[in-house]
């Protein structure tokens, strides 16, 4: 495994690639791949089909349960795709990973992003929540960055490259 990392979280506001490029990370490095969006409770995706954008306390309980699919995978190794916008949403995810966690932020402008929005059908966050993740993002200072501005092949590339 690429420097002892076993787990990697794909982080990004929403539409900036992190399911595909997960999925892709996945194949190039065999291990299995877990969309977050996936688990979050129906209560969370309810919000945000009307519009509402989760605050902290929506986050925690899925955090954690994103945290637990780390820690299972913390020896076999995983790809875990999860916006992970804020430091302290990081550190819920880090817990009890030690040296075994990556995160890789997917960077890109509000205006790449939410070009691609306008594109994605059939998604539940709608195109006005982007604004309220932008304003949530705390970039990370520990983190792979990779610009979203490349091929989906091209940022997987980065990514390996910089593992």
Known sequence: MPNGKTVIVVMGVSGSGKTEIGKLLSKELSRPFFDGDDFHPKANIKKMRAGNPLNDDDRKEWLIQLNKLAVEHKHTGA???????????????????????????????????????????????????LKS??????????????????TPEKIVKEIVKQL
């Open 133 to 150: 993740q932008f304003d949530t993002l705390e970039p990370p200072s520990k983190a792979i960055k990779v610009s979203i501005d490349k």
């Open 79 to 129: 790809i875990i795709a999860c916006s992970a916008l804020k430091k302290n949403y990081r550190s819920l995810l880090r817990a009890g990973m030690g040296s075994c966690l990556a995160f890789v932020y997917l960077e890109g402008s509000f205006d790449l992003i939410k070009s691609r929005l306008d594109e994605r059908k059939g998604h539940f966050m709608p195109i006005d929540l």
